[in-house]
C-alpha cells in the first residue's frame, strides 16, 4: 500500500520544513532506494531526490533527504515561494514493483 | 533536450481497451528504461510498470498485471501501454516517465517525465 506522507505542511520564506514518508520493512526500511519528487499544479513531476539522499544535477542543495529506520524524509531549507508544490516519496519495494507516498501539499506562507 | 510526449487518452466504457502512446526525443531511447505511472484526479502517483531498454524486461503493479502490457519500438522512439479490461478506478492521468538505468533495477528513478494523457473510464 501507498507510503505514508503528511496531507500538508507549511513555512514562511525562510524558515525550514521537513516531510515525513513512512513506510515498512518492506520498503523504506528495506532499501536505500527512496525518492523525492516536486509537483507543481497541472505540471508533470519534476526528479529531486534519489537513494534516499543524493541530489541530482540542478536541484537546488536546500533540498536534502535522510533515512531512519521506516521513515524518509525531505527537508527545504531557506523556503522559497516557488517551492510551493505537492511533493511525494517513491521507494523500491521488493519483486521490481515501487511504491509512492500520498503526497504532501507545502504551503510557503 | 528530453522530451516525452503522451497520447492515446480518452474516454472508454468499463471493460474497454486503449493503447497509450509515449514518443521520446532528445536522448538514445534504446539506452533507457521506461515506466508509466499514473495519477488520479486529485490523488497521488502509483508506479504502473516498467520496461527495460531492450523491451526483454517488464515489470507491473499487480493493480494491472493481467490488464495491462507494456512495450516499446526503439526503432520509432517510442514506448507503448496497452490496457485492457479497463475499469473506473483506472481512471487517471498516465505519465510516462524515463529510467537513467538501461536495466530496471531496485535503484531505478523516474528522471524525466512526460505531460500525460488523460483516461477515463464510465462505468
Known amino acids: 500500500s501507498a507510503l505514508t506522507q503528511p496531507r500538508s505542511v507549511s513555512g514562511s520564506p525562510g524558515q525550514s520544513v521537513t516531510i515525513s514518508c513512512t513506510g515498512t520493512?518492506?520498503?523504506?526500511?528495506?532499501?536505500?532506494?527512496v525518492s523525492w519528487y516536486q509537483q507543481h499544479p497541472g505540471k508533470a513531476p519534476k526528479f529531486m531526490i534519489y537513494?534516499?539522499?543524493k541530489r541530482p544535477s540542478g536541484v537546488p542543495d536546500r533540498f536534502s533527504g535522510s533515512k531512519s529506520g521506516n521513515t524518509a524524509s525531505l527537508t527545504i531549507s531557506g523556503l522559497q515561494a516557488e517551492d510551493e508544490a505537492d511533493y511525494y516519496c517513491c521507494s523500491y519495494a521488493g519483486s521490481y514493483t515501487w511504491v509512492f507516498g500520498g503526497g504532501t501539499k507545502l504551503t510557503v506562507l | 533536450e528530453v522530451q516525452l510526449l503522451e497520447s492515446g487518452g480518452g474516454l472508454v466504457q468499463s471493460g474497454g481497451s486503449l493503447r497509450l502512446s509515449c514518443a521520446a526525443s532528445g536522448f538514445t531511447f534504446s539506452s533507457y528504461s521506461m515506466s508509466w505511472v499514473r495519477q488520479a484526479p486529485g490523488k497521488g502517483l502509483e508506479w504502473v510498470s516498467s520496461i527495460s531498454g531492450s523491451g526483454d524486461d517488464t515489470y507491473y503493479a499487480d493493480s494491472v498485471k493481467g490488464r495491462f502490457t507494456i512495450s516499446r519500438d526503439n526503432y520509432k522512439n517510442t514506448m507503448y501501454l496497452q490496457m485492457n479490461g479497463l475499469r473506473a478506478e483506472d481512471t487517471a492521468v498516465y505519465y510516462c516517465?524515463?529510467?537513467?538505468?538501461?536495466?530496471?533495477?531496485?535503484?531505478?528513478?523516474?528522471?524525466?517525465w512526460g505531460q500525460g494523457t488523460l483516461v477515463t473510464v464510465s462505468s
Open positions: 520493512s518492506s520498503d523504506v526500511g528495506g532499501y536505500n532506494y
Open positions: 537513494d534516499v539522499s
Open positions: 516517465a524515463r529510467d537513467p538505468a538501461v536495466v530496471v533495477v531496485a535503484a531505478s528513478v523516474f528522471d524525466y
